[in-house]
């Protein structure tokens, strides 16, 4: 079974600096699929940003970076420039691209605080 | 394109008290996942379903819980009787058949008094 461990229960930042958030998993599979998702207070989860363990290339989008170490087993979330809309929990997930299970693991989270 | 509707967002019931949630994917996904989300935790999977089957069940407590998606679109899930410890938000989720992204409702909050 597949575990996914974010060792940080809370952070802070100021507003327009950045901050990283951290992701360790645990798989004995080569192919499989990593995402951070944001929850604001009103619940939902919305995903930020989606790597495919098959690429080397880190993920960005816009603001939102990844810092993807296969080998390690790490799956950092980097978010520049960060905006008092960051502040939610955040979650790593990880999904199995491989033998039909499509469940997608989640940690625990972390809760992101930007301060103005 | 309408998002994962979830109803109700909220609900107070005591305990050994009946409750159910519904939940209405978006459109054409065959897949759907029940999760619950305890408070300072990650959302855990109950059920899943492809279609209409029950795929993944195997955390389910289905001396209490049951859950249906009867026609392989909406789909409802109950907890008979309730207790204190299900308190907690009960999210849905569903994804198309060639993606890997999983959408989420907004979720339900359950307190159980």
């Known amino acids: 079974a597949q575990t996914v461990t974010q060792s940080q229960p809370e952070m802070s930042v100021q507003e327009a600096e950045t901050v990283t958030l951290s992701c360790t998993y645990d798989?004995?599979?080569?192919?499989?699929?990593l995402f951070w998702y944001k929850q604001p207070p009103s619940r939902q989860m919305i995903l930020v940003i989606r790597q495919e363990a098959y690429k080397q290339q880190n993920a960005t989008e816009n603001r939102f970076s990844v810092n993807f170490q296969k080998a390690a087993k790490s799956f950092s979330l980097k978010i520049s420039d960060s905006q008092l809309g960051d502040t939610a929990m955040y979650f790593c997930a990880f999904l199995s691209a491989s033998g039909g299970s499509y469940i997608p693991t989640f940690g625990r989270g972390t809760s992101l605080i930007v301060h103005p | 394109e309408a998002g994962v509707v979830q109803s109700p967002r909220y609900k107070i019931i005591e305990k050994k008290q009946p409750v159910a949630f519904w939940c209405n994917p978006i459109s054409g996904h065959n897949t759907l996942y029940w999760y619950r989300q305890n408070l300072g935790q990650g959302p855990e999977l109950l059920i899943r379903y492809e279609n209409e089957e029950a795929v993944d069940d195997s955390q389910l407590p289905k001396d209490r819980f049951s859950a249906e998606r009867l026609k392989g679109v909406d789909s409802t899930l109950k907890i008979q009787p309730a207790e204190l410890g299900d308190s907690a938000v009960y999210l849905c989720?569903?994804?198309?058949?060639?993606?890997?992204?999983?959408?989420f409702g907004q979720g339900t909050r359950l307190t159980v008094v």
């Open positions: 989720a569903s994804k198309g058949h060639d993606q890997t992204e999983a959408f």
């Open positions: 798989t004995s599979e080569n192919n499989y699929y």
